[in-house]
């Protein structure tokens, strides 16, 4: 077989009736177009994604090797319900899945076993689910337009001329990746071992808005029209298909980077599909993950990160959504159940908390009145976009913000029962100096409001030293749970999962 492939059975895949090296079997006639899909998600979440796929999809998913994503299999007609979990950043179909691909020592013989390996791989369906999904979006953006100019001049107004994250579409699209195609300048290589991120977190910065998410899908939508099947796009006047490829690489045994991979893998795709070659304004994403042994070749079927979905107003440390949606499903939130975020920043948890918990009660709160505003114009966006969706009446969201002092919180003591957060890491936002204070005074206060017993509290850092220290000075009132490791914009950070004891809180001076 191309490549050397080792055939041999699935691990966990035997309900998507797959065998290694193999597509799912074209469709037959009449039969329904089912997609293997790949979803990336937060590192260390995979499990909380695979259990959503699962509720919501009714599908078995499998968490792939390489860290921070997981494949499931849907019918083509269930993209619409793939495109509204909550807790996948980016998504692709699976054109083809090596479990065990022999790369060749030498650079140039590995190199054109990739090259050949285009012609073998079984493009038809994958294609059609991209089609699909194509004019899926085509509606989302008509309705998008309709709205589109009210919506950018009310921004403008809200925005008392603040400074926001920079628009870094682009840079979102090609996190830890190198991408390259058939005559295109290779861009900088980042092949690492971790290809989890950059090292800061800019990826969360990005500034985000109705205007240019939908100006990006109309552009990508333009070339769908032209039916993308195997054949060379010939006959008629049909609209030749621009494409890129990115290669995502990782592990220390490949002889070739992945710029390399990218553009001779890209040069075989052009061939065999006469497209054109275009890094920046592509209609088809072709995706060429390498992982060790592991190698996956898919298309992309969303353009930028879903994790977006929820912020127009960023701040330097804007949570992704899909990382506020995990930590919030951590602690299992109940109909009624009052949650807090101490610490709100921009806004990221209690919003999607309020989206996702409608019948729980969201309380969110900083001491920055910068970033207060910003959660505020992020609850208006999310109101308006609410009032745009056709066919629904805005009933408003559960969730109320608050300028406070976490030390010292507005609340009655054993009042909340949850409480989630992003505590300061002490790079961008305070300092490592200050956590050790901090830290301490914040888990004796939010033990107090919180409702002993039954009270949980699910909190993300990376100071992870400085929180074990004031966690074990909290033993009496904090007991912990489960510890998520996660990466959030290349920092190695964990979520520790809280549950509150029956002990007594000290009591505070009382603000009713």
């Avoid at 692709?92 to 791989?121: C, M, S």
């Avoid at 990006?216 to 010939?234: D, F, I, N, P, W």
């Amino acid at each position: 077989a191309a490549g050397g492939l080792n055939p041999s059975r699935r691990p966990g895949m035997a309900e998507a009736g797959m065998v290694e090296g193999q597509a799912p079997a074209p469709a037959k006639e009449g039969a329904e177009l089912a997609a293997v899909i790949g979803a990336t998600v937060p590192t260390g979440f995979e499990l909380t994604a695979a259990e959503e796929v699962q509720e919501k999809l009714g599908s078995a998913s499998r968490i792939s090797r390489d860290r921070g994503k997981i494949y499931f299999e849907v019918p083509a007609r269930g993209l619409p319900q793939v495109h509204r979990l909550r807790s996948v950043d980016n998504l692709f179909v699976v054109v083809q899945e090596f479990k065990d691909y022999q790369f060749k020592e030498n650079k140039e013989d590995a190199l054109k076993d990739l090259e050949d390996l285009v012609k073998t791989l079984p493009w038809t369906n994958p294609l059609k689910v991209w089609e699909l999904n194509n004019s899926l979006k085509k509606k989302k953006t008509k309705r998008k337009k309709h709205n589109l100019q009210s919506t950018a001049s009310k921004e403008k107004l809200n925005n008392d001329g603040e400074e926001e994250g920079t628009d870094e579409q682009d840079a979102s699209k090609q996190e830890d990746c190198a991408q390259n195609a058939a005559g295109v300048e290779p861009v900088s290589e980042q092949d690492t071992e971790e290809p989890e991120g950059v090292p800061s977190r800019n990826r969360e910065e990005e500034e985000d808005n109705e205007q240019s998410d939908a100006k990006e899908e109309l552009q990508a939508g333009s070339g769908s029209e032209t039916k993308a099947g195997e054949g060379k796009t010939g006959e008629g006047d049909a609209k030749v298909l621009k494409f890129r490829v990115t290669c995502n690489r990782a592990g220390d045994k490949h002889s070739f980077t992945s710029n390399e991979a990218a553009r001779d893998f890209g040069g075989a795709v052009q061939e065999h599909f006469q497209w054109k070659a275009d890094m920046t304004n592509f209609d088809v994403e072709v995706l060429l993950n390498i992982h060790n042994n592991e190698v996956v070749v898919g298309i992309a079927l969303t353009e930028e990160s879903l994790h977006r979905r929820n912020i127009t107003h960023f701040g330097p440390t804007t949570l992704r959504s899909t990382l506020a949606y995990g930590m919030l499903r951590l602690c299992d939130p109940q109909p009624t159940d009052i949650i807090v975020d101490p610490m709100c920043g921009t806004g990221a948890i209690p919003i999607e908390g309020a989206t996702e918990w409608p019948t729980c009660y969201h309380i969110a709160g900083d001491n920055n009145p910068q970033a207060v505003k910003r959660a505020a114009n992020n609850i208006c966006s999310l109101l308006k976009k609410n009032e745009n969706k056709e066919s629904s009446t805005s009933l408003g969201i559960p969730l109320d913000i608050i300028q406070w002092d976490i030390c010292n919180l507005p609340l009655r003591t054993g009042s909340v029962d949850i409480i989630v957060t992003d505590m300061p890491f002490g790079k961008r936002i305070g300092s490592k100096k200050k956590n050790w204070d901090l830290y301490p005074a914040c888990l004796m206060e939010m033990g107090r409001i919180c409702t002993p017993g039954t009270g949980r509290a699910v909190l993300l850092t990376q100071d992870k030293k400085c929180f074990a220290k004031a966690l074990s000075r909290m033993g009496h009132i904090w007991r912990k749970g489960q510890t998520v490791w996660v990466n959030v914009g290349g920092l190695h950070a964990a979520v520790y999962l809280l549950k509150r004891t029956w002990e007594r809180a000290e009591e505070k001076r009382s603000f009713w």
